[in-house]
């Protein structure tokens, strides 16, 4: 009498058990994921910045800006190169800078006024445009990396020099001393600042030294 | 008599008898590994098979394209999708709520620049100028999916892992990627831990006479090498990575200049509950209004052949198991008549008829036991070196080797079976033993 019961209650336990397994979810669901952070570099700069001058296969992999972020940046981290063939500064300002805003960048690489020095256009306009990219740049809270002009043979780069050193101290950007670099220029191109694959190691050493030197503010 | 006092009669007969039970015990054995090694083989057969007619995803898959169905094909597996339809969030939620449906993965696909890995992987074995071509940047999809659920998708890893889900640092790739370093499948771990650039591009019209293209770029690690049918493409990612790389390429001007998909997802890829009900999910899917694909077809096919395969196999393990019971009827029989003086004697003393019978079924189920036992164990073991010798035959020829798991239900189900068949055969013999008058027992003595 007592056994009866209880193989009703075990068969019925069975049978809920057996239901409750085979009906099909009514609905299919997903989990969300942690997604990994990132940091972003962009760089900024003109033709050189853009790989000219080096052989277009290897220009992805060869010029400054891939070695710097190859180089200096752990593998969470974004490239943007903003560059733009043959562009001034004034041009930069139009063009990249608004670039830099969209991205809201952890670091800011600028390579700026090789057209001004090779074109001898006026310090105090470029000091004027070369200032409002920095202060657009830094306005995101970027850190601002600004390289001043190598020596190039017939160029006196002295008068953009001072201007990028005195904009780098008053807008807070770390200073990338390219000038005391001695940097190897491919020869006969239409621009006279275009580094060998050569010289572009010696420019991405330069923005790795300086981003591990600590931030004027 | 007590249960007890059963069991110790019966261990005492088959004591008694060693010789005889060994080679019963062995008869059940072998006809156990038969049956066994046959069913082992032929399901790690079947999973095989059928892994590689639904490529590596789940038997109930079905491919949902950004596209509309073309009403003339609903009926054959792999249809020609009809006008491009673009599959939204709202699409999404709509098709995980059709009944029959367990789960539904989207995948995004993306064109990008692949910047291979600057330390050359293959100067080895190829040409200095092979290796220059090998380190050529080039142009590929990126397959984003939902690698949380990767299980329900057509991806089979064949070295290495996959990547994390969220990991905005690790792709797999496919053997086509492999194959442009001029490595074999068989050397595919090769690729396993180097790093590419994806570059995701950008057209932004308003700079230059031409417009300005600019990439975003991303590194990566090569954690794995897969075979994948999610979708077309060789680099395979989690679809967090595809998602901000197909936001930054469709914010830019004309995005369908680079390929860029209109459609938020570029594919889904649904698991119903069972082959049973991908018809009627992939129908339910068509309505809402999307082009559906899947070897539903061809599996129901495959696995019908696979069927009668399983059947025959299984027979001839059952037929050897049959062969075996007839031989423990046989010395339970001989047994009785060796045991009449002793059956007597209990009788004699009180024992029951049912006493009597449990003493001889228990001597049978021992038997069978011990041979199902030591039959399944054998069993496994035959079935384990014929997958070791099959693997390495599928690795000589580049092939992906067959999974072999420890399979607990046929092991469980050899030993019961061979269990209850042994007390099914000796049903006859303890029934002829009980059956005995005491008096006719001691008295043929």
Redesign the interface.
Same mark, same amino acid.
């Given at each position: 009498m007592t056994r009866r019961p209880r193989v009703l209650v075990a068969a019925l336990a069975l049978a809920a058990v057996g239901c409750a397994g085979g009906s099909a979810p009514s609905r299919a669901t997903r989990v969300t994921v942690p997604v990994e952070k990132t940091k972003t570099l962009v760089v900024m700069g003109t033709s050189a910045t853009v790989g000219d001058g080096l052989d277009q296969q290897l220009k992805l992999q060869d010029a400054w800006p891939r070695i710097f972020y190859r180089n200096a940046f752990p593998r969470a981290t974004v490239l943007l190169n903003a560059g733009v063939q043959d562009e001034s500064t004034e041009d930069a300002l139009r063009d990249q800078v608004p670039l830099v805003e969209e991205a809201s960048p952890s670091i800011v690489a600028i390579w700026l006024g090789a057209v001004e020095a090779s074109e001898q256009r006026p310090v105090t306009q470029f000091a004027a445009d070369l200032n409002g990219v920095v202060r657009r740049a830094r306005a995101t809270g970027a850190r601002v990396l600004l390289a001043d002009l190598p020596p190039v043979a017939g160029i006196d780069i002295g008068a953009y020099n001072r201007v990028i050193a005195r904009v780098a101290a008053d807008q807070g950007a770390t200073l990338v001393p390219l000038h005391a670099q001695t940097i190897s220029m491919l020869p006969g191109q239409a621009s006279a600042f275009l580094p060998d694959p050569a010289g572009h190691r010696v420019i991405a050493r330069a923005f790795e030294d300086a981003l591990h030197r600590r931030p004027t503010n | 008599m007590t249960w007890r006092d059963a069991i110790v009669m019966a261990g005492r007969s088959v004591r008694r008898r060693a010789g005889r039970a060994l080679l019963t015990v062995l008869a059940v054995a072998l006809a156990a590994t038969l049956l066994t090694s046959l069913l082992i083989a032929s399901g790690a057969a079947r999973r095989r098979v059928l892994d590689q007619v639904s490529e590596g995803g789940p038997l109930a898959g079905i491919q949902v394209a950004a596209a509309a169905p073309d009403p003339g094909a609903l009926d054959t597996d792999q249809p020609s999708p009809g006008a491009p339809r673009a599959i939204d969030d709202n699409a999404l939620a709509r098709i995980?709520?059709v009944?029959?449906?367990?789960?539904?993965v989207p995948v995004i696909v993306d064109p990008v620049?692949v910047?291979p890995p /600057?330390n050359p992987i293959v100067k080895a074995t190829t040409s200095d100028a092979d290796n @220059?071509g090998a380190?050529?940047?080039f142009s590929e999809n990126l397959v984003g999916a939902?690698l949380?659920?990767a299980n329900d998708l057509p991806i089979t890893v064949l070295s290495g892992r996959l990547p994390r889900? =969220?990991?905005? /640092?690790e792709v797999a790739v496919t053997l086509g990627y492999v194959r442009r370093f001029g490595l074999n499948r068989s050397q595919a771990a090769r690729i396993v831990g180097t @790093?590419i650039?994806l570059?995701a591009p950008r057209l932004?019209g308003?700079? =230059?006479p031409q417009g300005?293209i600019? =990439?975003?770029? /991303?590194?990566?690690?090569v954690v794995g090498v897969v075979a994948q049918q999610a979708a077309n493409g060789e680099i395979l990612a989690?679809i967090?990575q595809a998602r901000l790389a197909q936001d930054w390429s469709r914010r830019g001007d004309n995005p369908a200049q680079f390929g860029v998909d209109p459609s938020p997802y570029s594919a889904l890829f649904v698991v119903a509950?069972g082959l049973g009900r991908v018809t009627e999910v992939r129908a339910a899917i068509n309505r809402i209004g999307y082009s559906t694909s899947a070897p539903e077809t061809l599996i129901e096919s495959v696995q019908r052949y696979l069927h009668v395969v399983e059947i025959v196999l299984g027979g001839i393990g059952l037929i050897g198991l049959l062969i075996a019971a007839l031989g423990i009827t046989n010395a339970m029989l001989a047994a009785v008549r060796e045991r009449r003086r002793e059956i007597g004697v209990l009788k004699a003393i009180g024992a029951r008829d049912r006493d009597v019978r449990r003493v001889f079924l228990l001597e049978a189920g021992t038997l069978g036991f011990a041979g199902g036992l030591v039959g399944s164990v054998f069993g496994y073991m035959l079935a384990r070196a014929l997958a070791s010798v099959v693997n390495r035959y599928l690795a000589q020829e580049h092939l992906q080797g067959v999974a072999f798991g420890v399979p607990v239900a046929v092991l469980s189900a050899a030993v019961v079976g061979a269990t209850l068949l042994a007390l099914i055969a000796g049903t006859l013999p303890a029934q002829r033993a009980a059956g005995l008058p005491a008096r006719q027992a001691m008295g043929d003595r």
């Open positions: - | 995980e709520r009944p029959g449906v367990k789960s539904v620049r910047v /600057t @220059e380190r050529a940047p939902d949380s659920h889900a =969220g990991s905005l /640092t @790093e650039v570059g932004f308003a700079i =230059g300005q600019r =990439g975003r770029w /991303t590194r990566a690690a989690p967090e509950n």
